[in-house]
T-cell receptor, first 117, second 113 residues
C-alpha cells in the first residue's frame, strides 16, 4: 500500500519569494515515481513535475524544482519567484513502477497556496 | 490539438437516476482513469482501464460502472446505488513511452438535487 502525506493545508507566500510545499510518502515498492500537480479554482489538474526514485538528480521544470530526499521519504516542491497565478491547490502523488504494479496514482490531501501581492 | 475532453462540465441529477459522464482522449493513450474529488480533499480512484475491453475497480467503485469499448473513450455511469454522488469527477489517461505521467481532463461537477 502507498500513502502520501501533505501536512500543510494552507500556505501563504509573498509575490516574488520562494515557497516550499511539503510531501512525505510511504511505500514498500523499490521503484516508484513522484508527481506534483496544480489545481486552480477552475478544477483542472495540471502536471508540474516528475521524479523517479532512481533518478540521481532532483527534477527541475522552470520555476519548479523537486527536493527529493529518498532516505527521509520526502519529495517537497519548491516554487521560486512566486507569481499571483501560482495561487492554487497543489497535490503530491505517487505510483509504483515495479513490473506488474497497477498504474494508478495515490494522491495526498493537498496544500492550498495563496500568493500575496 | 491533443487532449482529454469531458462532458458535460456541470451536471444535475435527481435522486434515483443514473447518469453517464463522458471522457474522450485523442492522445492514443492505452490507460484511462476515473477519479472522484470531494471538497477540500484529494483524488480517489473509482475505476481504471489499461486496455480496451478491460477495466479494474479502484478504491471506491461501489455505485459506479464503466465501459471501454474504444481506446479513445471511457464513460463513467453514476448509478442510483451511489449513496453520495455529489462531487467533482476527473478523467485521466497515460500510456506514453517516456513517462507514466497522467494527464487530466477539465472535470465534470455533478450535483444531486
Amino acid at each position: 500500500a502507498q500513502k502520501i502525506t501533505q501536512t500543510q493545508p494552507g500556505m501563504f507566500v509573498q509575490e516574488k519569494e520562494a515557497v516550499t510545499l511539503d510531501c512525505t510518502y510511504d511505500t514498500s515498492d523499490p521503484s516508484y515515481g513522484l508527481f506534483w500537480y496544480k489545481q486552480p479554482s477552475s478544477g483542472e489538474m495540471i502536471f508540474l513535475i516528475y521524479q523517479g526514485s532512481y533518478d540521481q538528480q532532483n527534477a527541475t521544470e522552470g520555476r519548479y524544482s523537486l527536493n527529493f530526499q529518498k532516505a527521509r521519504k520526502s519529495a517537497n516542491l519548491v516554487i521560486s519567484a512566486s507569481q499571483l497565478g501560482d495561487s492554487a491547490m497543489y497535490f503530491c502523488a505517487m505510483r509504483a513502477l515495479s513490473s506488474g504494479s497497477a498504474r494508478q496514482l495515490t494522491f495526498g490531501s493537498g496544500t492550498q497556496l495563496t500568493v500575496l501581492p | 490539438d491533443g487532449g482529454i475532453t469531458q462532458s458535460p462540465k456541470y451536471l444535475f441529477r435527481k435522486e434515483g437516476q443514473n447518469v453517464t459522464l463522458s471522457c474522450e482522449q485523442n492522445l492514443n493513450h492505452d490507460a484511462m482513469y476515473w477519479y472522484r474529488q470531494d471538497p477540500g480533499q484529494g483524488l480517489r480512484l473509482i475505476y481504471y482501464s489499461q486496455i480496451v475491453n478491460d477495466f479494474q475497480k479502484g478504491d471506491i467503485a461501489e455505485g459506479y460502472s464503466v465501459s471501454r469499448e474504444k481506446k479513445e473513450s471511457f464513460p463513467l455511469t453514476v448509478t442510483s446505488a451511489q449513496k453520495n454522488p455529489t462531487a467533482f469527477y476527473l478523467c485521466a489517461s497515460n500510456g506514453g513511452i517516456s513517462t507514466d505521467t497522467q494527464y487530466f481532463g477539465p472535470g465534470t461537477r455533478l450535483t444531486v438535487l
